[in-house]
């Protein structure tokens, strides 16, 4: 049976007039990535605060850890480490003393081996003895997180951990959790990249005003949303003429000689759609199978492009 990390029931919380939680359920199981999307507003930052005992919720429960985060939130703090959108470096000091200085401030045995297992971990060995101020953005990141596990947390909540990172900084990035993953630390994400839930995510909870509107892995939310389809081309306009014919159901392209055919992208289906062809003789040059991505949830469930969606 899979433990859970970090559960919430009935989560509430409201500034003065303003409901910011409007009763949320959150259950996020041990060793997983769990990706909380929403646009602007819709709460994300308040339920991470509560969950990191920064904030306290109006009504509802919280265990992080196994810990009530009210009656035990000591306890909480122990288990978890918090990496926010910008990197929480001294930039006067140089990258190995900055984890010389998470390593003073925690109750580590062998801090040197912390520091130096860090450094080689994360691939800042060469770049220990720099001023962070020297660093470029991707190398800030990764030291901001390697200073996180310095404590070795079992759950970490990576806040927007990308953000203005390039393609292979993020990579990087992306490759750190999953090892820390398969190492069994549970992460809990907020991004404002859709690609990225879809890269990492084993279970996305989607918030906006204040109120979860789906749960459930990445395909799970693709699949909710109707627009998958089956785009066939043909050779020639002929060949296109025939097969709107016999596909009533489709919607045609003249100009890519392509025809457009609604469908749940199953084995079934496809096996009747090309054998429908063939009973015609009618031959297609090309067939592929798109289906929605989280960019068309995340639009139909909150309205709102990812443009939007940072926090």
Request: charged share 25%; proline share 4%.
């Amino acid at each position: 049976m899979t433990t859970s990390a970090i559960t919430a029931s009935g989560l509430r919380k409201a500034y003065q007039d303003k409901v910011v939680l409007d009763g949320i359920d959150l259950d996020v199981p041990a060793g997983s990535v769990f990706s909380l999307l929403g646009p602007n507003g819709a709460g994300k930052t308040t339920t991470v605060n509560i969950l990191t005992t920064l904030a306290q919720a109006d009504s509802g429960t919280v265990r992080v850890a196994g810990h009530d985060i009210d009656s035990d939130a000591k306890a909480v703090r122990k288990a978890i480490g918090v990496t926010g959108q910008f990197a929480a470096v001294d930039e006067l000091l140089t990258g190995q003393e900055n984890l010389q200085l998470m390593v003073d401030l925690s109750p580590v045995k062998n801090g040197k081996g912390v520091v130096a297992d860090l450094l080689e971990r994360f691939e800042l060995t060469e770049s220990a003895q720099k001023p962070a101020s020297t660093y470029s953005g991707g190398m800030r990141r990764k030291l901001d997180l390697a200073m996180t596990l310095v404590g070795d947390p079992r759950i970490i909540f990576l806040d927007e951990p990308t953000t203005g990172l390039d393609p292979r900084s993020r990579r990087t990035m992306w490759s750190i959790v999953k090892d820390l993953v398969a190492d069994g630390v549970t992460i809990f994400l907020t991004t404002q990249y859709l690609d990225e839930a879809d890269q990492l995510a084993d279970k996305i909870a989607v918030l906006d005003r204040g109120r979860l509107v789906a749960q459930g892995t990445p395909d799970e939310l693709k699949r909710q949303i109707p627009g998958t389809h089956v785009r066939l081309r043909f050779g020639s306009a002929a060949e296109l003429d025939a097969a709107a014919r016999v596909i009533a159901e489709s919607t045609r392209d003249d100009e890519s000689l392509s025809l457009r055919v609604p469908g749940d992208g199953g084995t079934k289906s496809l096996r009747t759609l090309l054998d429908r062809l063939d009973e015609y003789a009618i031959s297609a040059e090309e067939f592929s199978v798109h289906t929605p991505d989280l960019d068309d949830v995340f639009l139909a469930l909150t309205g709102h492009t990812t443009e939007v969606s940072a926090k």
